[in-house]
């Protein structure tokens, strides 16, 4: 069977809209309906008209389609597909930082349980963290689960005292990246300017050349030039398809969370409906009103 042809077929039939994140695997990538970052996967899923959406990535993305769009069905390929990084903020700890600091407001990353987003008063990606956290008028934000971004939004605006929870959360594919492996990519490569994801210790983030989302990356990563990429593996391949004339080196940066789907995962998504992406009612109501705000805030 060609699983890519019918994949096609099969979302026309259904009123299917395949959203896909820059991680995912190639092949799951030139199926996709649409490419992207959770910023956009967050917008579009909110503006679609197609009954059905796809998501193809990890279970928070899924999760954050569903409270946009309470009306569509959400389907994920793998519902085992888990984020490390949002398993380390629970909303009992949201709660407790947020008791300790009255007043101050929560922007919780998009990388987190639709719980814990309920918790929280705005939710932020790595495109639009320090432009969220420019928008609130608290002097004093609490930030959360990423401590990495949360120190790269610390250099953005310095005007705000961030406050991480926990305090040394993160992701820990990008945070085992070290200044001595772009160190030794800078001699292999030695024409090439070095970008990594805000998601990278702040040692890494001071020992490139610039700092962006996978988003920023494939807006602005092309031009012909030589590139060191510094984030998940998964993003060289669009990078490579919008870009053919620019030369592109990763890192060994690979999530297995980001790698689950297969094809025949997602034609049997489709084909039989299954994997239904449900969120409680008023968990959702209470998430969808952070997730918006930074969509507004974001605008």
Same mark, same amino acid.
Request: aromatic residues 4%.
């Given at each position: 069977?060609?699983?890519?042809?019918?994949?096609r !077929?099969?979302?026309?039939?259904k009123?299917? %809209?395949?959203?896909v994140?820059?991680?995912?695997?190639?092949?799951i990538?030139?199926v996709? #309906?649409?490419?992207?970052d959770?910023?956009?996967l967050?917008?579009?899923?909110?503006?679609?008209?197609?009954?059905t959406?796809?998501?193809c990535?990890?279970y928070? $993305?899924?999760?954050?389609?569903? =409270? %946009?769009?309470?009306?569509?069905t959400?389907?994920?390929?793998?519902?085992?597909?888990?984020?490390?990084?949002?398993?380390? %903020?629970?909303?009992?700890?949201?709660?407790?930082?947020?008791?300790?600091?009255?007043?101050?407001?929560?922007? @919780?990353?998009?990388?987190s349980?639709?719980?814990t987003?309920? /918790?929280?008063? &705005?939710?932020?990606?790595?495109?639009?963290?320090?432009?969220? @956290?420019?928008?609130l /008028?608290? #002097?004093t934000?609490l930030?959360?689960?990423?401590?990495?971004?949360?120190?790269?939004?610390? *250099?953005q605006?310095? /005007?705000?005292?961030v =406050?991480t929870?926990?305090?040394?959360?993160?992701?820990?594919i990008?945070h085992?990246?070290?200044?001595?492996?772009?160190?030794?990519?800078?001699? *292999?490569?030695?024409?090439?300017?070095?970008?990594?994801?805000?998601?990278?210790?702040?040692? @890494?983030?001071?020992?490139s #050349?610039m700092i962006?989302?996978?988003g920023?990356?494939i807006?602005?990563?092309?031009e012909?030039? +030589?590139?060191?990429?510094?984030?998940?593996?998964? &993003?060289?391949?669009?990078?490579?398809?919008?870009?053919? /004339?620019?030369v592109?080196?990763?890192?060994?940066?690979?999530?297995?969370? $980001?790698? %689950?789907?297969?094809? !025949?995962?997602?034609? *049997?998504?489709?084909a039989?409906?299954?994997?239904?992406?449900?969120?409680?009612? +008023?968990?959702?109501?209470?998430?969808?009103?952070?997730? *918006?705000?930074?969509?507004e805030?974001?605008?």
């Open positions: 069977m060609n699983y890519a042809e019918e994949i !077929k099969l979302a026309a039939e009123d299917a %809209l395949i959203l994140h820059n991680y995912e695997p190639a092949e990538q030139d996709a #309906d649409i490419c992207g959770s910023l956009e967050a917008r579009k899923a909110k503006e679609a008209s197609a009954s959406l796809v998501i990535g990890v928070f $993305m899924a999760e954050t389609a569903k =409270i %946009l769009s309470p009306e569509k959400v389907l994920i390929p793998r519902p085992d597909a888990g984020c490390p990084l949002a398993d380390q %903020l629970t909303p009992e700890m949201v709660r407790a930082a947020k008791s300790a600091h009255p007043g101050a407001p929560f922007v @919780v990353y998009v990388n349980s639709a719980a987003k309920a /918790e929280c008063d &705005i939710t932020c990606t790595s495109a639009n963290a320090a432009d969220v @956290v420019r928008s /008028e608290s #002097d934000v930030f959360g689960p990423d401590a990495n971004l949360a120190s790269w939004v610390r *250099e605006v310095p /005007e705000k005292t =406050i929870v926990p305090e040394n959360g993160g992701c820990p990008h085992k990246v070290t200044v001595e492996e772009i160190e030794r990519l800078r001699r *292999e490569f030695p024409n090439a300017t070095v970008i990594c994801h805000p998601e990278c210790a702040p040692e @890494v983030q001071k020992a #050349d962006g989302s996978t920023y990356m807006r602005n990563c092309g012909k030039q +030589e590139w060191i990429i510094v984030t998940e593996s998964g &993003i060289l391949h669009p990078l490579r398809k919008r870009y053919p /004339e620019t592109f080196h990763g890192i060994e940066a690979v999530c297995d969370n $980001m790698k %689950l789907i297969t094809l !025949k995962d997602l034609y *049997e998504t489709l039989e409906g299954k994997n239904e992406v449900v969120v409680e009612k +008023e968990t959702a109501d209470r998430a969808r009103k952070a997730i *918006e705000r930074m969509i805030a974001s605008a």
